[in-house]
């Protein structure tokens, strides 16, 4: 494949690596210094690419998705902090017939980590006297908080244990790596559960696999649908 990347940051070097390294090619590579230009333009540049994988900043996201929706190429949105602006995307691609595939957090181990944590949820609610709690830890560098992780974590834990405003505790400094913590707590015990990142490059794999996935896709997809499907075989 022909890869465009948003933003080339600590992640978007990494994903610049791991796409060589399965041997695909890395075409257009956009920074802050092309945070001025338009969609328009953009899209023009993005011709010719099968994806772009966007690692770059929130404020940028809806024009990175309305310059590959124009351009007919398909996007990895990897970028978090951009909830609030996800209808307006998800039309933006519905009006271009274009493809993308988001998540705020692209490993796999995650991914399971969502599954198991959704499993105990059910089991300790349905046990009775158990009370969710979340938190969550992150070097200084990242920006959004709580991260995106932990705000899927909270929906998951709120739909199965049929909680309502599970408590979510942030921690920014130094270099932390993606840290998460579920808690149930009872009177008798807590049980936790933890995921811890060692790196980012299980990220970058993430991406590089979503942008092989969505090719000959239309329409949205969350990383934990393509999951779902690569879990079906
Ligand atoms: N989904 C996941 O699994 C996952 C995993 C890790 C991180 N993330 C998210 O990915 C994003 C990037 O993280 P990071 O650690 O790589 O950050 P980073 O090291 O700060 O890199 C951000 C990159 O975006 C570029 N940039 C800034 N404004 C831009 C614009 N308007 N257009 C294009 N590029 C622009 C920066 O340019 P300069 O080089 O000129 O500064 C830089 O290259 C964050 O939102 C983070 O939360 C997601």
Avoid at 19 to 31: K, W
Avoid at 51 to 78: H, K, M, P, W, Y
Wanted: charged share 25%; net charge negative; proline share 1%.
């Amino acid at each position: 494949m022909r890869l465009g990347l948003f933003g080339h940051g600590a992640m978007g070097r990494l994903v610049e690596a791991r796409a060589r390294a399965d041997g695909h090619e890395i075409g257009l590579v956009l920074t802050s210094r092309d945070a001025a230009r338009g969609a328009a333009e953009l899209a023009g540049e993005l011709r010719g690419h099968d994806a772009a994988i966007d690692f770059s900043v929130a404020d940028a996201v809806l024009r990175n998705v309305e310059a590959c929706a124009r351009a007919g190429v398909t996007l990895v949105e990897g970028t978090t902090g951009w909830n609030e602006q996800a209808d307006e995307a998800r039309r933006i691609v519905a009006a271009h017939g274009g493809s993308l595939v988001y998540g705020a957090n692209f490993s796999v181990g995650v991914q399971i980590f969502y599954r198991v944590v959704r499993a105990a949820a059910e089991m300790l609610s349905a046990a009775g006297g158990y009370e969710p709690f979340i938190e969550e830890a992150h070097h200084s560098r990242k920006r959004d908080a709580p991260s995106g992780t932990a705000l899927n974590l909270r929906a998951i834990v709120e739909e199965a244990a049929r909680a309502e405003s599970v408590s979510v505790a942030s921690t920014r400094a130094g270099h932390i790596p993606g840290t998460h913590r579920v808690g149930f707590d009872s009177a008798a015990d807590t049980v936790t559960l933890t995921h811890t990142a060692r790196s980012r490059e299980g990220f970058a794999a993430g991406a590089v696999l979503a942008a092989r996935w969505i090719q000959g896709r239309r329409g949205v997809y969350e990383f934990a649908e393509m999951f779902d499907d690569i879990l079906k075989g």
